[in-house]
């Protein structure tokens, strides 16, 4: 259990998702947004009132970013799409991918300048035909091939570095990122996480640089040192099929945690709700997209 102030409970009167993925908290309206990969929805719930709300996007919205004119980055199978949030509309669509029916996009992150890094995956979950891409004014292009699930994204305060998670590996990789040019500058190392139970998920980070990493099928919420990869602290759930986590809050010391369904088995239980926990720990705010 991480050095909190209150054990992880559900979010009252979220919605229950089959597959929950890539919560953001946006401070300046104060509502928190994920997305349900298999329910073609995204998710919002401001925290003031406990008010739930979804937009239908899709097929397959696997994550949710906020641009710069108040609207919604949203990644769907092959394309980036930038939604008005208050009616799910699609605005215009940003970019499209061309993988091949069999792969999808995945999680993705706005970087501190404002492009959106977006990896795509082989949906029968075998194969490393995704990729990850960089999305700016000059367009889409690739950083990085052979990937199977691109999963985890999150940057160093100061943007020098990027943590990157492909799930099968069951590590994180740390690359030297470009931040003026958007590319990856080569490995600096890896975070191995295969003495955990589960694959790593989603992550975000928190204002004194530790990555936090969901294992999916773990049920539990790693923190990890940056300097020498060790997981210093975790945080551990009722629900088995933890996907991703952010920081929100009015503090910023509020931890959100996406969970999935079990799909092969009816159950009752806590799985596919959204978690929180409050922590001594503060987080980061997300950067937002320019497009």
Same mark, same amino acid.
């Given at each position: 259990?991480?050095?909190? *102030?209150?054990?992880?409970?559900?979010?009252?009167?979220?919605?229950?998702?089959?597959? $929950?993925?890539?919560?953001?908290?946006?401070?300046?309206?104060?509502?928190?947004y994920?997305?349900?990969?298999?329910?073609?929805?995204?998710?919002?719930?401001?925290?003031?009132?406990?008010? %739930?709300?979804?937009?239908?996007?899709? +097929?397959?919205?696997?994550c949710?970013? +906020?641009?710069?004119?108040?609207? *919604?980055v949203?990644?769907v199978k092959?394309?980036?799409i930038?939604?008005? /949030?208050?009616?799910g509309s699609?605005?215009?669509? #940003?970019?499209?991918?061309?993988?091949?029916?069999?792969n999808?996009?995945?999680?993705?992150?706005?970087? +501190?300048? !404002?492009?959106?890094?977006?990896?795509?995956?082989?949906?029968?979950?075998?194969?490393p035909?995704?990729?990850? =891409?960089?999305?700016?004014?000059?367009? #889409?292009?690739?950083?990085?091939?052979?990937?199977?699930?691109?999963?985890?994204?999150?940057?160093?305060?100061?943007?020098?570095?990027?943590?990157?998670?492909?799930?099968p590996?069951?590590?994180?990789?740390?690359?030297? =990122?470009?931040?003026?040019?958007? %590319?990856l500058?080569?490995?600096?190392? =890896?975070?191995?996480?295969s003495?955990?139970?589960?694959?790593p998920?989603?992550?975000?980070?928190?204002?004194?640089?530790? +990555?936090?990493? %969901?294992?999916? $099928?773990? $049920?539990?919420?790693?923190?990890?040192? /940056?300097?020498n990869?060790?997981?210093?602290? @975790?945080?551990?759930?009722?629900? @088995?099929?933890t996907?991703?986590?952010?920081?929100? !809050?009015?503090?910023l010391?509020?931890?959100?945690?996406t969970?999935?369904?079990d799909?092969?088995?009816?159950?009752?239980g806590?799985?596919g =709700?959204?978690?929180?926990?409050?922590?001594?720990?503060?987080?980061?705010?997300?950067n937002?997209?320019r497009?």
């Amino acid at each position: 259990m991480a050095s909190g *102030l209150s054990k992880p409970v559900t979010l009252s009167n979220a919605p229950r998702s089959i597959l $929950g993925e890539g919560p953001i908290w946006l401070p300046d309206t104060g509502v928190l947004y994920w997305v349900d990969i298999l329910g073609d929805r995204v998710h919002s719930y401001r925290l003031s009132s406990g008010v %739930a709300e979804s937009i239908k996007v899709g +097929p397959y919205p696997s994550c949710v970013m +906020p641009n710069d004119d108040g609207n *919604l980055v949203v990644t769907v199978k092959d394309r980036v799409i930038l939604v008005n /949030p208050r009616d799910g509309s699609v605005i215009r669509t #940003l970019a499209t991918v061309n993988e091949g029916a069999g792969n999808r996009f995945n999680d993705c992150k706005c970087d +501190p300048m !404002g492009r959106l890094v977006a990896g795509t995956m082989d949906m029968g979950e075998r194969n490393p035909t995704g990729s990850l =891409y960089v999305l700016d004014s000059a367009g #889409l292009r690739k950083i990085l091939g052979s990937v199977t699930i691109s999963n985890g994204i999150a940057w160093s305060g100061d943007g020098s570095v990027m943590y990157y998670i492909d799930s099968p590996t069951r590590r994180v990789t740390v690359f030297k =990122y470009n931040k003026g040019e958007g %590319a990856l500058d080569g490995v600096i190392g =890896y975070f191995d996480l295969s003495s955990f139970p589960g694959v790593p998920d989603g992550m975000t980070i928190d204002s004194e640089g530790y +990555p936090w990493v %969901a294992l999916y $099928g773990g $049920g539990r919420v790693l923190r990890i040192n /940056p300097v020498n990869g060790n997981v210093v602290d @975790q945080v551990e759930l009722p629900a @088995q099929f933890t996907t991703s986590c952010t920081f929100g !809050g009015v503090d910023l010391k509020t931890l959100f945690i996406t969970t999935a369904t079990d799909r092969s088995r009816q159950t009752s239980g806590p799985d596919g =709700y959204v978690f929180s926990l409050n922590l001594n720990i503060k987080g980061t705010v997300v950067n937002k997209c320019r497009f």
